[in-house]
Each structure stands twice: as structure tokens, then as C-alpha cells.
């Protein structure tokens, strides 16, 4: 194996044409110089150079060799200024995977920002599961998830990182008698007939746990797996349903009378939102990692992007 440094000292001597005149360049002394080279030609299995004179001049191996190492000095080179980029951020590629009512009031702004202040790297963003999110960091696949995951919750591998406690608000049909209150006791939709709003999973656990607590069981007449889709079936009156504020487009600090934030297509008039308590309702929504990777600068700046996009009021 060809001993790269020996061949950069090699063709310090084929360019200033004398030993002596290389070992100045290089800082070495011109024996060591001479060693080097003389250890070079043993890998190599041929003589490099020749003597003329008070000089040296290369043979024909040593000319082949020096122009393959011109080569491989302009990659080490180019190579190490691509590290460089990467280093600093101002290059490579982040996979980003996130759920859908996460989408428009998180992931977009901090995008946004994002691409301002790293606008060389590649973005791979993709819709996708919470479940099989959090699968994807932990096999690399992915540089960071948008999941919901219990509060204080342990995951092998993963850092999770808390970005907001995303409220459930009830969504009450045209009319109800309980939408002349403010806030309502989760037991007072005991006996109401619900509308699902959740798939299986971690947020639909968040609900069921909640009227657990309250000393019910929701009497489901309807499933559905989105949002707009269980609101649509409360505006036509066929129960309530508990929908979180993003779900809703509110911002997390936003009341339960206000309107979503903007760009989210307008506050829905034919339901109403009200509050609920004892206990109150909430999924946790955080940003997942791997645990011990370095952290690339666009990431960092991703997850700072997020918390500050969690924290916005509208």
C-alpha cells in the first residue's frame, strides 16, 4: 500500500527538482526527506528517482507516480472543504418526518427558518406514522421525528425533546346546551354520544386514558382517523368529539373562542370548541433523535425552530 504523505513528499521533490529544495518547502530536514522517499520506493517495488547532477530528476515510475499524486491532493483537498461545509451546516441532507396536524403550525414555520439560515442543505420531508417515525431515527433512516409520545417516556436509543402539550378541546354540535358553558367537567360528556377522532395509537390513548380518569367510557356512534372528518360528523349533529388545538389549527396559547392561526383556512361556525377539565386532556408532542450522533448545525437549528414555533401564541 502506497504510503500517501511519502508520495506528496515525492512530489514536492519532482517539482522543486532537489531534495534539499523540497525538504526547505516542507519544513523537513533532507534526510528525512530522502528516507521518505527511499521507504516509498520500496512500496512501490521500483526506483522513483535518479541523480543528475546536484539533483534529482523522476524516473518513469516516478513521473506516473507524482501526476496520480497531483490527482489525489486536488480530492483530499476538495474533500476536505466538502467536510468543512458539512461541518458548519451549509451543506448535506436532513430527513425530517412528521405527522399531519403538526404539518402547517410546526413544521412549516421551522422549516422556513431553517432553509433561511441553511439554504444548502437538501431537505427530505415526509407524512408519515408517528409509530413508524420514531422507527426510522432509531435505524438511522431519518435525522428527527414529530411524534407523541407519554409526557416522561423512555426510548431506547432516541432523545426525545419537548416541544408542546397540545390541549384536547370538545367540539360540540349547533345548538348543544353545552356550549353555553366555557369550560366543561370531562364527566359531563359521560352520557353524550362521541364521535372517534383518532386512530389507534399513542393519541387516541390520551383520550380514552382522560375519560377513564373521569369514570367513563366513550359511547363511540361514529370512527373516524382525521380531524376534519369527526368535525364534519359533530357540525351535522351526530355527537362531540375531542379534537386537539392543532388539529383545530389553534396555536397552543390561543383560547378556545379565537381562531386558528393564519394561513389555516378560517375559523369552522358550525361547531363549537370549549375547554375540558378534571382532568384535562392533553397529547405531548416532541422532536426524536438519536441518542449520541452529533448533531448536524441544520438539525440544532431545526429544533430550536420548533420549540420557538411551539411557543408562538399565533
Given at each position: 500500500?502506497?504510503?500517501?504523505?511519502?508520495?506528496?513528499?515525492?512530489?514536492?521533490?519532482?517539482?522543486?527538482?532537489?531534495?534539499?529544495?523540497?525538504?526547505?518547502?516542507?519544513?523537513?530536514?533532507?534526510?528525512?526527506?530522502?528516507?521518505?522517499?527511499?521507504?516509498?520506493?520500496?512500496?512501490?517495488?521500483?526506483?522513483?528517482?535518479?541523480?543528475?547532477?546536484?539533483?534529482?530528476?523522476?524516473?518513469?515510475?516516478?513521473?506516473?507516480?507524482?501526476?496520480?499524486?497531483?490527482?489525489?491532493?486536488?480530492?483530499?483537498?476538495?474533500?476536505?472543504?466538502?467536510?468543512?461545509?458539512?461541518?458548519?451546516?451549509?451543506?448535506?441532507?436532513?430527513?425530517?418526518?412528521?405527522f399531519?396536524?403538526?404539518?402547517?403550525?410546526?413544521?412549516?414555520?421551522?422549516?422556513?427558518?431553517?432553509?433561511?439560515?441553511?439554504?444548502?442543505?437538501?431537505?427530505?420531508?415526509t407524512l408519515l406514522d408517528p409509530q413508524d417515525a420514531l422507527s426510522e431515527v432509531s435505524r438511522g433512516d431519518a435525522d428527527v421525528a414529530i411524534v407523541v409520545r407519554p409526557r416522561d417516556d423512555r426510548v431506547p436509543g432516541i432523545r426525545l425533546v419537548h416541544l408542546l402539550d397540545d390541549e384536547y378541546l370538545v367540539a360540540l354540535p349547533p345548538g348543544h346546551p353545552l356550549t353555553a358553558r366555557r369550560v366543561l367537567?370531562?364527566?359531563?360528556?359521560?352520557?353524550?354520544?362521541?364521535?372517534?377522532?383518532?386512530?389507534?395509537?399513542?393519541?387516541l390513548d390520551v383520550v380514552l386514558g382522560a375519560c377513564a380518569a373521569a369514570g367513563f367510557g366513550p359511547g363511540f356512534v361514529a370512527r373516524s382517523e382525521d380531524y376534519a372528518t369527526a368535525l364534519g360528523f359533530v357540525a351535522a349533529g351526530l355527537g362531540v368529539t375531542l379534537v386537539?388545538?392543532?388539529?383545530?389549527?389553534?396555536?397552543?396559547?390561543?383560547?378556545?373562542?379565537?381562531?386558528?392561526?393564519p394561513g389555516t383556512g378560517g375559523r369552522r361556525t358550525d361547531i363549537t370548541l370549549r375547554r375540558v377539565r378534571n382532568p384535562r386532556p392533553a397529547r405531548t408532542v416532541h422532536a426524536a433523535v438519536r441518542e449520541g450522533v452529533p448533531l448536524h448545525p441544520a438539525l440544532t437549528t431545526l429544533l430550536l425552530a420548533l420549540g420557538d414555533a411551539a411557543r408562538q401564541p399565533s
Open positions: 500500500m502506497l504510503d500517501v504523505r511519502r508520495m506528496q513528499i515525492l512530489r514536492a521533490v519532482v517539482d522543486s527538482g532537489s531534495v534539499t529544495a523540497a525538504a526547505a518547502e516542507l519544513g523537513y530536514t533532507p534526510s528525512a526527506v530522502s528516507q521518505q522517499v527511499a521507504v516509498l520506493e520500496k512500496e512501490a517495488g521500483i526506483a522513483l528517482l535518479e541523480r543528475v547532477g546536484r539533483g534529482v530528476r523522476p524516473t518513469a515510475a516516478g513521473l506516473l507516480l507524482t501526476r496520480h499524486t497531483a490527482v489525489i491532493s486536488r480530492n483530499l483537498a476538495e474533500a476536505e472543504a466538502a467536510l468543512a461545509d458539512l461541518r458548519a451546516g451549509r451543506t448535506g441532507r436532513l430527513a425530517i418526518r412528521y399531519g396536524s403538526v404539518g402547517p403550525t410546526l413544521v412549516a414555520p421551522a422549516v422556513a427558518r431553517l432553509r433561511g439560515e441553511h439554504p444548502g442543505v437538501r431537505l427530505d420531508l367537567d370531562l364527566a359531563d360528556l359521560a352520557d353524550e354520544p362521541w364521535i372517534g377522532s383518532e386512530p389507534q395509537g399513542p393519541c386537539p388545538r392543532l388539529g383545530v389549527g389553534l396555536a397552543p396559547g390561543v383560547g378556545a373562542g379565537l381562531g386558528p392561526r
